[in-house]
């Protein structure tokens, strides 16, 4: 399992005191207020930062980081990626998973035959889709609908499906 998640991206700076602007990779945009600090990956290197300030702007999450005191030091750190800690994470409903922990699995109809792996999961209004990428390259998009995705076991990385008509 994963120890750090990904949780946006530095995108810009905001204002001249040094905000700087996030685009979040969560549904939940006041996650950030419960943040005490983040870590902000720069070349290559994990730097814990606190957070002073959350403000939001158009489904973007506005950060005052200690430390960064003006528009040119909040500069620097554009194109970073920011991470939390697993144990900052919050609690999930049972039932849902972080991608994460899913992104890498094994992929097999519920008849045991072998599709692939989890490359990617995203977001397609409605229901989340599962990318499942074989041995070949070839791609399956699967919804993640309760039909199709039977189960997900993360501790072995496998995750069962079943083939609706017409999906593949």
């Known amino acids: 399992m994963q120890e750090y998640f990904e949780i946006g991206q530095i995108v810009n700076t905001f204002g001249i005191k040094g905000f700087v602007k996030v685009k979040p990779f969560t549904d939940d945009l006041e996650r950030f207020e419960e943040l005490k ?5 720069k070349n290559k290197n994990m730097i814990e930062m606190k957070i002073e300030e959350v403000k939001y702007q158009k489904g973007m999450v506005l950060l005052k980081l200690e430390g960064i005191e003006d528009m040119t030091m909040a500069e620097k750190y554009k194109g970073c990626y920011i991470k939390i800690h697993r144990k900052d994470a919050r609690e999930l409903e049972e039932g849902t998973y972080f991608i994460a922990d899913i992104l890498g699995s094994d992929v097999y109809t519920d008849t045991g035959d072998y599709l ?6 995203y977001n397609a209004g409605a229901q989340d889709i599962y990318v499942v990428k074989d041995d070949l390259g070839k791609q399956i998009l699967l919804p993640s609908i309760k039909e199709v995705i039977l189960d997900i076991d993360i501790e072995k990385q496998k995750v069962i499906v079943h083939l609706l008509k017409g999906l593949i």
């Not at 692939?116 to 999961?121: A, P």
């Open 116 to 121: 692939g792996k989890v490359d990617d999961i």
């Open 37 to 41: 600090s983040i870590l902000v990956v």
